[in-house]
């Protein structure tokens, strides 16, 4: 399965990635961020049924009803653990990347997968809702790990001027989990009360793909090269992953970033904190992952269900429409695959906020008027597709690529920790405050996530460089300036360093 030699000039950029790596991404993808968004949207459609399960098992426990208040905090938890667990598997991602392996780390998630499954498919026949919930937290730690491991794992198997559209893979899998959690949740499938048990239950097969597959892949040849040491494996891998005749270029590229680390160690998250050669990286991935959480996604799907009812949808079909919102998601994260390493990461992230910005306009008055006249509810209709379009091509997809390009590896694994923590935060803030917002502001709170959308693109357009086909290396180089300003002896030694490492 090795790759055919590479062709030389703009031929190189076009060329597609061997079936190693084509396989291998599918292989990460299924049991990583596949988990996160399949988990996301399969809680959904069995909300009723839980709710009355909630009820006769209070009943037949406590010989008493279920009182309603206590009802909605049940629910609460169960909907809310998946964050709190995401947010402990970030937490430990990277550490598990590091100590593990990529590789390994991700085969060892599997079985917390596992464990989650078999908890959330007992806990009808039990009688024991407690099962659900230590099951919905444990699925939330695999997602959380799953989430910051494999664009690790991605973004370092990749050649230069592929990295972008193999760490894509996140994304598509991402939104292809949401997808067929909703194709799943149908009530021709696994929708019907009786079997929402093996709705839930149903992670585990993507995990027992991943054990499956994923072991006849190599591990990160970067990982085992500058954190292990062990030069004869990195070589195999990317013979594996790029042929024989084409692997020295890529085993260049990271003997030249293990010269430039020197034996360092990796950093740890806090460490981060302190260092002044990655503040602006690390500005950039808190700035950029909170602003993908709070850019109004989560409010579009919200009010997607009332938009539908007022373009005259049947309650019965609003499910079959919003399968269109999934698909929307999922062929957007493929068009951002193929675009991203022609058109660049700095234009799609830019031009996706600065699109929902202007989407987020056009939502609050044809919300404003949605009554008014027949055909202003198909406006909005087409503008909650648009600004989903406009998510996937943006911030949606490049937000996890460029956590990866923007740190050389000794602190790659820590960001991704940094990056996932405070996305878990993010995602675990917007939906406790999301309700009230859309309670006071109504139509309005789009004017509060223009304002969101619209301040990170400034940020991106004033800090981010374009990262396209650059090494990591490069990638440091294009910081460095607003890291140390016109600090001259950190400067001089910055560029010794270059110098010294044959940049």
Partial sequence: MESQPLLRGSSARSKLPSWTLFLAVCAVGIGGTFQYGYNVSIINAPTQHIHRFLNETWTNRYHKALNPDLLTFLWSVIASVFSLGGMCGALVGGSMAIRL?????????????MLASILMGISFPTGLFELLIAGRFLIGINSG????????????????HL??????????????????????????????????????????????????????????????????????????????????????????????????????????????????????????????????????INAIYFYATYVFEQAGISAEQIPYVTLGTGACECLTA?????????????????????????????????????????WVPYVSMTSIFAFILSFGLGPGGITNTLIAELFIQSSRAAAYMIGGTISWISFFTIGMLFPFIVNRLKQYCFLVFLLECSSVAAFLFFVIPETKNK??????KEFHKLNFGRNKKETELYERRQLHDGF
Avoid at 146 to 159: D, F, N, R, S, T
Avoid at 471 to 476: K, R
Wanted: proline share 4%; with cysteine; charged share 20%.
């Fill in 471 to 476: 090494s990591f290396l490069a990638i440091e």
């Fill in 163 to 296: 990295r972008g559209g193999m760490a894509m893979g996140s994304s598509i899998f991402l939104t292809g989990g949401i997808l067929m959690g909703q194709i799943i949740g149908l009530r021709e499938l696994l929708g019907e009360e009786m079997y929402w048990p093996l709705l839930l239950s149903s992670s585990c097969l993507p995990a027992f793909a991943q054990l499956l597959f994923l072991p006849w892949f190599p591990e990160s040849p970067r990982y085992l090269l500058i954190d292990r040491g062990d030069e004869l494996s990195c070589v195999k891998a990317l013979k594996r992953f790029h042929g024989s005749s084409e692997y020295e270029r890529e085993m260049e590229d990271i003997q030249r970033e293990s010269f430039a680390l020197d034996g360092e160690k990796a950093k740890k998250p806090w460490q981060l904190f302190t260092d002044r050669a990655v503040r602006w990286q690390l500005i950039t991935v808190i700035v950029m992952t909170m602003g993908q959480q709070l850019s109004g």
């Fill in 334 to 374: 493929l068009t951002c695959g193929l675009l991203i390493d022609y058109v660049g990461r700095r234009y799609l992230i830019i031009g996706g906020y600065l699109l929902m910005t202007f989407w987020s306009i056009v939502l609050t008055f044809s919300l404003t008027y949605q009554e008014l006249y027949p």
């Fill in 145 to 160: 790990v799953g989430i910051c491991v494999q664009p690790l794992y991605l973004g370092e198997v990749a050649p230069k």
């Fill in 101 to 113: 392996g990529r590789k390994g780390a991700l085969l060892m998630n599997n079985i917390i997968a």
